[in-house]
């Protein structure tokens, strides 16, 4: 696809396999509070972390506010048999646990050596910072992405906003007409796709099995990576497999 340049790609469940960083960070921090990480635990804890991440991208909450809130949510609505303690410290063993688990989607990195080719390869994330951080710096695509990581805990502004668009295309140098050029890349329609349609970019959204469609639609719509390579051109290398 020649008529892009720069590549705004998300982290997590885009590059990052966050699901099995998040089993094993929920795991320990569970084992370590002394809880049984049971199946029903693990279910509600995700299904309030999900809303409060929506919540966040809807700017209802700070990320700050989000890690102990998500903990206290679980201490109010699970039967645990015992004090659980205080949710600040669960959020900090969590997020230490999750910044040890740099997991990678299969054919990720051979995807951005690939891509890196031909694009320019920006990493745009609402993660945690000490968690991406950490996390890219002991994986194999740091190098592909050098210092274009844009995380918006660092930036005042977050996915979907259009003020994070913008200011991560000022620190590229992109203007004017060379937006046409900037594809975003992500796996969530609510800060990946349709901040790429507040900004007015175009945007490939990586659709997980069980994702729903929503109003906002993207460009391009891929359901693996290998997907995503073809469309991008990258799996003109005979041995390219993901």
Do not use: H
């Not at 809880?35 to 700070?62: F, H």
């Not at 900090?92 to 910044?99: G, H, P, T, Y």
């Not at 609510?190 to 729903?212: E, H, M, N, T, Y």
């Amino acid at each position: 696809m020649t008529q892009y340049r720069w590549l705004l790609m998300d982290a997590d469940n885009t590059l990052f396999d966050f699901n099995a960083a998040e089993e094993f960070a929920l795991t320990r921090t569970l084992i370590r509070y002394g809880v049984s990480p049971t199946p029903e635990v693990k279910a509600r804890y995700r299904a309030i972390n999900s809303q409060l991440w929506l919540d966040y991208d809807q700017g209802k909450i700070t990320q700050e506010a989000l890690g102990p809130k998500r903990f206290q949510l679980l201490f109010e609505t699970a039967d645990f048999s015992s004090e659980p303690g205080d949710p600040a410290q669960w959020s900090a063993f969590f997020l230490n646990s999750l910044a040890d688990c740099p997991v990678l989607l299969p054919g990720a990195e051979a995807l951005c050596r690939r891509l890196s080719d031909d694009y320019i390869l920006s990493l745009t994330t609402n993660g945690v910072s000490q968690v991406q951080r950490k996390r890219l710096k002991s994986s194999p695509l740091a190098r592909y992405f050098g210092e274009r990581v844009f995380i918006s805990g660092e930036m005042g502004c977050r996915k979907p906003e259009k003020a994070y668009f913008d200011a991560v295309l000022s620190a590229l140098g992109v203007t004017g007409p060379q937006r046409s050029r900037v594809l975003v890349v992500g796996d969530s329609l609510s800060s990946d796709i349709k901040g790429a349609f507040l900004s007015r970019l175009d945007s490939v959204w990586l659709r997980s099995p069980s994702a729903k469609a929503g109003a906002v639609k993207p460009t391009y719509e891929v359901n693996s990576l290998a997907q995503l390579a073809r469309l991008l051109g990258a799996d003109r290398y005979v041995n390219f497999s993901i």
